[in-house]
């Protein structure tokens, strides 16, 4: 099983300002990496595949980067909405999920 | 419209069986990697199942031997047979096809 790995657990950021979240794979996933984003109540949104494309409607300011083991998503100017947990998931051998960082106002 | 709608979560006691159903409409299940994802409360995602269009499966270890993915591709639905249930098993359960459509969940509760 790849265990996925995401830090760190809490982020505290002011709006504006720009926030780096990173996801280590215990094993090389290749660019089969996702991101999520969820807010309380919801189901998760898919911002991120691919390990760097932006899913359709997702702001620019979102982006992401990386391979083998190694991901960062980058928000540029967080906005207000910007302030959930983000979830990234590897698919390259069947699924997993790493623990979630969850943003927060500053 | 293309969505995800899943039903039959439930209070139960442990040791019990349930089975979760995820209609499926605007796309064909079957020819889609269709997984369960749980959140239990207060938690983060943790995935549970997956099928791919091949119907080869495979399961989290916390779960693997108890519960069951499956498809009725006549019904366009895919279920998730749940057996020996837990106390950890309580959850919020969701499905999803491949990464970028989720249903809205339903909530499995299992205490006695």
């Known amino acids: 099983e790849i265990v996925m790995t995401q830090s760190p657990a809490t982020l505290s950021v002011s709006p504006g300002e720009r926030a780096t979240l990173s996801c280590r794979a215990s094993?090389?996933?290749?660019?089969?990496l996702a991101w999520f984003q969820q807010k309380p109540g919801q189901a998760p949104r898919l911002l991120i595949f691919?390990?760097?494309t932006r899913a359709t409607g997702i702001p620019a300011r979102f982006s992401g980067s990386g391979s083998g083991t190694e991901f960062t998503l980058t928000i540029s100017s967080l906005q207000s909405e910007d302030f959930a947990v983000y979830y990234c998931q590897q698919y390259s051998n069947w699924r997993t999920f790493g623990q979630g960082t969850k943003v927060e106002i500053e | 419209e293309v969505q995800l709608v899943e039903t039959g979560g439930d209070l139960l006691q442990p040791g019990g069986s349930l089975r979760l159903a995820c209609a499926a409409s605007g796309f064909t299940v079957s020819s889609n990697y269709m997984s369960w994802v749980r959140q239990a409360p207060g938690k983060g995602l943790e995935w549970v199942s997956v099928t791919n269009p091949d119907g080869n499966t495979n399961y989290a270890d916390s779960v693997k031997g108890r519960f069951t993915i499956s498809r009725d591709n006549s019904k366009n639905t895919l279920y998730l047979q749940m057996n020996s249930l837990r106390g950890e098993d309580t959850a919020v359960y969701y499905c999803?096809?491949?990464?970028?459509?989720w249903g809205q969940g339903t909530l499995v509760t299992v205490s006695s």
């Open positions: 094993q090389s996933v290749s660019s089969n």
């Open positions: 999803a096809r491949d990464l970028n459509l």
């Open positions: 691919g390990a760097s």
